[in-house]
């Protein structure tokens, strides 16, 4: 039984099809769950405020003005992650509420 030449270009653009998919783990369009924009929002909110207050203690103790420079960057780095909630909370992005079936 002979190769249909047909059959033998699809295959091969089949073959080359297959080696340039690249397999994704998430789909990119997929919105966020409500649970998984509360985390975030969370964390941004502690991302801030941990920062802020590294960033003070290390300018009270490259500096010397103890206790100056933790209380000021601990006010900014808490105001920095209220924005950073704001701006997570007031998007665009639609939220599924549906339950997660995809694994």
Do not use: C, H
Request: net charge neutral; no cysteine.
């Amino acid at each position: 039984m002979p190769d249909d030449p047909a059959l033998d270009t699809l295959k091969k653009k089949i073959q080359e099809a297959k080696k340039e998919a690249k397999p994704t783990l998430f789909k990119e369009d997929k919105p966020q769950n409500l649970a998984s924009k509360f985390f975030n929002v969370g964390v941004e909110l502690v991302a801030g405020v941990l920062v802020g207050a590294g960033l003070g203690i290390f300018i009270d103790w490259a500096f010397g003005i103890s206790p100056w420079g933790l209380i000021s960057f601990f006010i900014l780095g808490s105001l920095a992650g209220m924005l950073n909630v704001y701006r997570a909370l007031t998007s665009k992005t639609p939220v599924d509420n549906k339950k997660d079936t995809d694994v």
